[in-house]
C-alpha cells in the first residue's frame, strides 16, 4: 500500500515506536509537544536536547583541537597534565621564573597582539612608507 503525504507523520510515529502525543512546558523555552514513547517515556524539550547535543559537540570539538594542539607542541604525555600549581619553588630565583611565566600566561593575548602587529614588516612598509620622506633639492 502506497503512503499519502496526509499519513505519512503517522506511519513514521509508529514505526520509530511513538504511542502519541501531548502537550508539555519547558522551563527554559515553554510550551512544546511531548512524544509519548511505548515504554510510556515522554519526551523532552527539543530545544534543550538539540542545545545538549550542541554542547556535546562543541566540548568533543574541543577535546579533539587540544589533543592536535599537545601533538603538535610536542609536550611529554607526563608533562600534560601539569599546571604551574604543581611546580614547587625551592629558592628565590625559581619564584622569578615561575612568577614570568604565570605573568606572560596571564598577559598572553595583548602580548599576542603586539607580536602579531609587528610581524609581514617587508614590502608593505616599503610600498607605502610611514616615515617622513626627505624632500628632494631643487
Known amino acids: 500500500m502506497a ?3 496526509s499519513n505519512f507523520g503517522a506511519h ?3 514505526k520509530f515506536g511513538v504511542i502519541g502525543r501531548q502537550p508539555a512546558s519547558c522551563f527554559d523555552h515553554g510550551e512544546y509537544s511531548a512524544v509519548i514513547l511505548k515504554g510510556g517515556n515522554l519526551s523532552g524539550c527539543p530545544k534543550c536536547a538539540s542545545n545538549k547535543r550542541d ?7 574541543r577535546c579533539q583541537f587540544r589533543i592536535v594542539q599537545q601533538s ?7 608533562f600534560a597534565e601539569k599546571t604551574f600549581a604543581d611546580f614547587v619553588v625551592s629558592n628565590p630565583a625559581q619564584q622569578i621564573a615561575l612568577d614570568a611565566c604565570t605573568d606572560y600566561v596571564d598577559n598572553f593575548r595583548s602580548i599576542a ?5 609587528c610581524c609581514c614588516w617587508g614590502r608593505s612598509v616599503l610600498a607605502r612608507p610611514t616615515w617622513p620622506l626627505p624632500r628632494p633639492v631643487t
Not at 554542547?55 to 570539538?61: F, I
Not at 603538535?72 to 607526563?78: G, Q
Not at 597582539?113 to 602587529?117: F, I, L, P, Q, Y
Open 55 to 61: 554542547m556535546q559537540e562543541l566540548e568533543r570539538k
Open 113 to 117: 597582539v603586539k607580536v602579531a602587529a
Open 72 to 78: 603538535c607542541a610536542r609536550i611529554p604525555k607526563r
Open 3 to 5: 503512503l499519502s503525504v
Open 12 to 14: 513514521m510515529d509508529r
